[in-house]
C-alpha cells in the first residue's frame, strides 16, 4: 500500500515526483561479490527489525528467487524530497554501466 501525502486539496503520492519527505537511496549487494546487485529509493523508511521496510521486502524476494545466493544492503544517502534520490539513483546505475558495460543485475532499465 502506498500512503499519500495531502498538499492543500490534492494528495501527493510517495511514488511522485512531487514528493516531500524522508526518502533513501539504497544498495543491495551480493555478498562475495565486488559490485552492487541493484540500486533502489524508496521511501517506505518504517524499519522492519532495524532494515527500512522496502529494503527488507526486496531482500526476502530476493532470497526467493536465488536460493543459493545471500544478499547485504547498506544505504547510501537519505533526501528530504523523492526527486533528489531518484536523481543519485539513476547517476549511481549510469556510473554502474560505464564502468561493468552493462546495468547491475537488479536494475532493469534507467529511470
Not at 55 to 79: A, M, N, S
Request: aromatic share 10%.
Amino acid at each position: 500500500m502506498v500512503s499519500s501525502i495531502v498538499v492543500g486539496a490534492k494528495a501527493v503520492s510517495k511514488n511522485s515526483n512531487a514528493y516531500v519527505g524522508k526518502t533513501i537511496v539504497y544498495e543491495i549487494t551480493t555478498k562475495g561479490l565486488s559490485s552492487a546487485f541493484r540500486y533502489g529509493e524508496s521511501s517506505q523508511t518504517k524499519l522492519v527489525n532495524g532494515i527500512p521496510n522496502r529494503i527488507q521486502t526486496q531482500l526476502r524476494e530476493l532470497k526467493k528467487l536465488y536460493p543459493g545466493r545471500e544478499f547485504g544492503h547498506r544505504i547510501i544517502k537519505v533526501f528530504d524530497n523523492k526527486l533528489d534520490a531518484k536523481a543519485l539513483e539513476r547517476g549511481l546505475i549510469e556510473d554502474f554501466y560505464d564502468l561493468h558495460g552493462c546495468m547491475p543485475e537488479g536494475n532493469k532499465v534507467f529511470r
